[in-house]
């Protein structure tokens, strides 16, 4: 007798998924063909629920035919809800309470190579720059260097962040920081090699600043200022980098479709990824203009803050989306 070979837990969990779906996405799929009588807002939250089992699809069963057809019908949902209808009142909320976290989470490996790069590159920075006495002013300027040597002596070490007002500080620093996350997305379009490198410029500017100050003897000072803002910033550089190196994988990886057809998957994508970072990198350069120029504040204060930050990122873009997918799935 032929020995039947048993289906292995990820294949069971994968029918179980698509037996308890494929009824309402064929239901989805014929509300769709009648658009010009569906109610927009009940189309709007069925597409939702869509894009939360594409989430789970593309993180439990990738490369499946059932994540192929999920593409497909949220591509076909996206172009009828949002080119189509009227623009629904609830589609800003919907993105943020549910489309964003679950892009990010589901960008989670990109974002975590793209955190990789950040830290070989900081470390880089720290080596060279223990090794090398002239690599700081190679790094960060004679000028930068010179005044922070200049500060150090007046006692004030990190004076550089209250030098402005804090208004022209806090629009300039944001701008520029939205400006460099789409930059990072942007080299993308030269494969992950072009992001890697703008996160290796900018973890070696970071490690040499650490490590400049601490030979210094002002380490835990620089941590205490640097990323009471630095937190949400880094963080959301570095989630920039990943929508660069989805972007790059796209073009690179096409997989089972065409390379046109990846590359603007890929390319929407990331562009939503860093959309989505704006009011992220708003917050950074509030902290920033506002909060790091008290220099002085008690370490419990401004650790506090850092912790909090941590704490947000971690709940909001991981947590919460954990919560989500499996909330869809009861």
């Not at 007046?154 to 022209?168: E, R």
């Not at 460099?180 to 992950?192: C, L, N, R």
């Not at 920039?240 to 997989?255: E, H, L, Y």
């Not at 971690?314 to 997918?325: A, D, G, K, S, T």
Request: hydrophobic share 45%; with cysteine; glycine share 8%.
């Amino acid at each position: 007798m032929r020995k039947i070979k048993p289906i292995c837990n990820r294949e069971m969990n994968e029918i179980q998924f698509l037996h308890k779906n494929i009824k309402k996405w064929e239901a989805f799929e014929a509300l769709l063909d009648k658009k010009d009588h569906a109610d927009p807002d009940v189309v709007s939250d069925l597409y939702i629920n869509l894009t939360d089992d594409l989430a789970y699809s593309r993180t439990y069963f990738p490369d499946t035919k059932a994540t192929q057809y999920l593409n497909q019908l949220t591509q076909k949902a996206h172009r009828i809800i949002y080119q189509n209808q009227p623009i629904n009142k609830n589609r800003i909320k919907n993105f943020w309470v549910t489309e964003f976290p679950l892009l990010i989470y589901g960008s989670r490996k990109e974002i975590l190579v793209s955190f990789g790069l950040l830290i070989i590159s900081v470390l880089i920075g720290i080596l060279s720059n223990k090794y090398d006495s002239g690599f700081s002013r190679i790094i960060l300027g004679d000028s930068y260097v010179n005044m922070t040597l200049s500060n150090i002596h007046k006692g004030d070490p990190l004076a550089v962040y209250k030098g402005m007002n804090q208004v022209d500080m806090f629009l300039g620093i944001t701008l520029n920081n939205i400006k460099v996350s789409f930059f990072a997305f942007a080299m993308g379009i030269f494969s992950p090699i072009g992001t890697g490198f703008i996160m290796m410029k900018n973890g070696v500017m970071l490690g040499t600043f650490h490590s400049f100050l601490a030979q210094q003897g002002y380490l835990l000072d620089s941590i205490g200022t640097i990323w009471v803002h630095g937190t949400y910033e880094i963080f959301a550089i570095t989630v920039a980098g990943g929508a660069g190196i989805v972007i790059g994988n796209s073009i690179i990886f096409p997989g089972t479709f065409s390379r046109t057809e990846s590359f603007r998957r890929g390319a929407v994508r990331g562009s939503k990824m860093v959309v989505g970072l704006i009011p992220v990198f708003v917050v950074a350069g509030f902290l920033e203009g506002f909060v790091t120029r008290y220099t002085g504040a008690p370490y419990i204060v401004r650790f506090g803050i850092i912790f909090f930050s941590l704490l947000s990122i971690v709940f909001y873009f991981y947590l919460y989306p954990i919560y989500l997918l499996k909330k869809s799935k009861l």
